[in-house]
């Protein structure tokens, strides 16, 4: 690949970040690419890798790692393109300065890189448009399972430019071709046969010019992609040397307890202050009303004395609301509005009026909470009209815009710092918890200040998955066809609670959007969502609407078939002629599952049944086939096979972790209660509440990974959406009865 090319790819997610690295000089690159975490002797190469003295590589990663082993992923292309030893590649968080933004912008526009020349104008255009833009944003949100699919060539490529670099600064000093010169193991070997190691090399040569011409790897000559070696953070995360944000430590820090609206639009009215408790109010903002906060040296101290604190709230907002009285404006929101199409394909309403029969059904899910396993927490400190914050954000950017808000200084005056996070799931891509911590920090004299929410807190102020309900019809031909499919959907919308929370009363009518039933051969399709407003607050939760769209299409799918008196696994196989990864994702599926006829006999004399699904969200097709018995009046899950279609497989070990921790999730989102609302007051607090799978109630889940030479997609959340209905289907094999209601019970 030609310089030329690499640093007009705009879109590709470097294109930004080189074209801005190439004009600075040598000083403000060192400070740039390492800041305060500079090491002595490093050697920088581009704006994402640094040679270490002793001859290993950091690379700078604008994503933060929340237990999805992006860190492990990405050390790996990057090592393997510098021809290093996995163990001397270390990770270092990307500074969120100018040079690094808009990466996951200019990547949707223009995702593949050619060293075509109208491509390139159109990449020169493009860089145009996006090099000034100033707003914060997206460039460093770690979201929608995009990290590994949009950075796998940026990585790539800025480690095979490094690697070039090595050869010609070797082939200089030697007088060699550089051509004749290859690298292994962290060794340049020479024509001669000579083998020069990194770290002797970057000592004589003393500084490296970036290569002009350079290539990234071909698959054949992979030697870490597609291999399992160990998570780069396993010990660390073992032996509890691993630092989350609730392990910042900083000289005079003091702690902060919260007293937040115990109801929906709760209002305060009055609070006092005992003598000896400093009390600070927390303004309003994205999206939790005002709070109370007790500043004390510790934070047990500090909590004592919330919770002693005479309060006043006024709840009368509240009142009235609850989790019938939800369902109820849902149901009627389906009933009388149109909907906004999403997505068609063909005549539906034609399709309909000459159908010879049409099967109709509802389905409904509640809303759901993240519940991760560290409840939201921040330290920040103001002073000298700077702001420094330690935040386990999945959006740097918006956190970084709400810590100005709260402190009225500029973004640029704001510091953040993203240790790891015990878990995502989407709820860290709001900033709330960083606006109050801020906030209070503002209030505290220059001490730095550690705002810990309770897991109550977490859970009861949660941004949660939508509850949604969907009505199914299909229209049916008088030779047993299915020509028509029709889906609508009627629920919150996600974007426009999270734009709302930023800036209130900013919305945005409902974009295009590609329904997963849209990827089967049904002539005519069409998807519709009724916008439905609600006031218990929404948000990104783990595969976002696929996580009930999947439910929805794939229990219906299975209810046509019955219909239809066909195997539904048969009848998806010929709805998705054509559809190469899907068959072959299906195909592993039943392999290896063994479904069939004789396996599903043997299943039914021990009180147990199969059920299939598919489904592709985040560019990955996964199929579940479930194994269920009835336990209690309940669905018990003994066996999950998934197939993944997901692109090569950079990480094979990391991609059955992912799936296997999506199946759990989406096995508990099926089978668990969800969060309930009493008179404005959501009832759950904690786990013996709010029941997540345990240990006993964990199936077999077996991750088989269809062979592939395409670029990654998404892992994370794709195994997700299938597993519902994979069970509910299940169920009904076993049972003949449908279950169209989440949690599944048999009533």
């Not at 021809?83 to 500074?95: F, Q, S, W």
């Not at 860089?127 to 950075?151: E, F, M, N, P, Y």
């Not at 919770?307 to 989790?323: H, K, R």
Request: hydrophobic residues 45%.
């Amino acid at each position: 690949m030609k310089r030329r090319t690499f640093l007009l790819t705009a879109a590709g997610g470097v294109g930004a970040l080189i074209v801005g690295w190439s004009v600075l000089g040598p000083g403000s690159r060192r400070a740039l690419l390492s800041g305060a975490d500079a090491v002595a002797g490093a050697v920088v190469v581009n704006g994402w890798i640094e040679f270490t003295a002793a001859g290993g590589a950091r690379l700078a990663v604008p994503r933060c790692e929340m237990g999805q082993g992006i860190h492990t992923a990405l050390a790996m292309l990057a090592a393997d393109e510098l021809d290093l030893p996995l163990a001397r590649v270390t990770i270092m968080d990307a500074p969120l300065g100018q040079v690094f933004k808009n990466i996951m912008v200019a990547e949707a526009m223009l995702p593949q890189m050619f060293d075509d020349q109208q491509l390139v104008a159109r990449g020169k255009r493009w860089l145009k448009q996006i090099s000034g833009r100033q707003t914060l944003g997206v460039s460093t949100t770690t979201a929608g399972s995009t990290t590994l699919r949009q950075l796998w060539r940026p990585v790539r490529m800025v480690g095979a430019q490094a690697r070039a670099s090595l050869v010609n600064a070797a082939a200089r000093l030697h007088a060699a071709d550089p051509q004749q010169c290859r690298t292994e193991a962290g060794l340049v070997i020479l024509p001669n046969g000579v083998r020069l190691a990194y770290a002797d090399l970057l000592k004589q040569a003393g500084s490296l010019e970036p290569a002009e011409e350079f290539q990234m790897k071909s698959p054949a000559k992979f030697t870490l992609i597609g291999q399992s070696p160990a998570r780069i953070d396993a010990r660390a995360k073992g032996d509890g040397s691993a630092r989350f944000a609730a392990d910042v430590r900083l000289p005079g820090m003091v702690y902060a307890a919260l007293a937040m609206p115990p109801s929906i639009g709760a209002r305060l009215v009055s609070f006092r202050a005992p003598d000896g408790v400093q009390v600070v109010r927390v303004p309003a903002g994205y999206g939790q009303g005002e709070s109370l906060a007790v500043i004390a040296p510790g934070w047990w101290a500090a909590q004592q004395a919330i919770e002693a604190l005479p309060i006043t709230w006024d709840e009368s907002a509240g009142a009235g609301i609850d989790t019938a009285t939800l369902a109820a404006k849902r149901k009627q929101a389906l009933d009388s509005e149109p909907g906004a199409v999403r997505a068609f394909m063909g005549d539906s309403d034609s399709a309909f009026k000459s159908a010879a029969r049409t099967i109709d059904a509802e389905y409904t899910v509640p809303h759901l909470a993240h519940a991760a396993m560290e409840p939201l927490n921040c330290t920040a400190q103001v002073a000298e009209g700077k702001v420094r914050v330690w935040a386990p954000v999945q959006a740097s950017q918006l956190a970084i815009s709400a810590a100005a808000r709260a402190a009225k200084v500029k973004p640029a005056a704001v510091e953040m710092v993203v240790p790891m996070l015990g878990g995502g799931f989407g709820r860290r891509l709001d900033a709330d918890f960083v606006f109050q911590a801020v906030a209070i920090a503002a209030q505290a004299d220059g001490r730095p200040v550690q705002l810990q929410w309770t897991r109550e807190q977490d859970m009861r102020h949660d941004f949660y998955r939508p509850a949604a309900a969907a009505r199914m019809r299909a229209a049916i031909d008088v030779q047993g066809q299915v020509l028509a499919l029709d889906m609508k959907v009627a629920t919150e919308s996600i974007g426009n609670a999270q734009r709302g929370r930023i800036d209130p009363g900013q919305t945005e009518p409902p974009g295009p959007a590609v329904a997963g039933g849209l990827a089967y051969a049904i002539p005519h399709q069409r998807y519709r969502q009724v916008e439905v407003s609600l006031p218990l607050p929404i948000g990104s939760w783990r595969s976002v609407n696929s996580s009930y769209d999947g439910f929805f299409v794939e229990s219906f799918v299975d209810e046509l078939a019955a219909a239809l008196m066909r195997d539904p696994v048969d009848l998806r196989r010929e709805w998705l002629a054509g559809k190469a990864r899907h068959l072959e994702t299906l195909e592993l599926a039943v392999a290896r599952s063994s479904y069939g006829p004789q396996r599903m006999a043997e299943l039914s004399t021990q009180g147990r049944a199969f059920g299939f699904a598919i489904y592709e969200s985040v560019g990955s097709v996964v199929a579940v086939v479930a194994e269920v018995s009835i336990e209690a009046r309940r669905p018990r899950v003994h066996r999950l096979v998934c197939a993944i279609h997901c692109g090569i497989a950079v990480n094979p070990d990391g991609i059955a972790q992912q799936v296997e921790g999506a199946a759990i999730m989406g096995a508990g989102a099926a089978l668990d209660d969800g969060i309930e609302v009493r008179n404005g007051r959501v009832v759950q607090g904690n786990f013996h509440e709010y029941r997540l799978p345990r240990i006993g109630d964990v199936p077999v889940v077996e991750t088989h990974i269809v062979k592939s030479a395409a670029s990654p997609t998404g892992v994370g959340e794709a195994a997700l959406p299938p597993v519902a209905p994979a069970i509910a289907n299940a169920v009904f094999a076993l049972t003949g009865k449908r279950l169209r209601v989440l949690p599944l019970r048999m009533v």
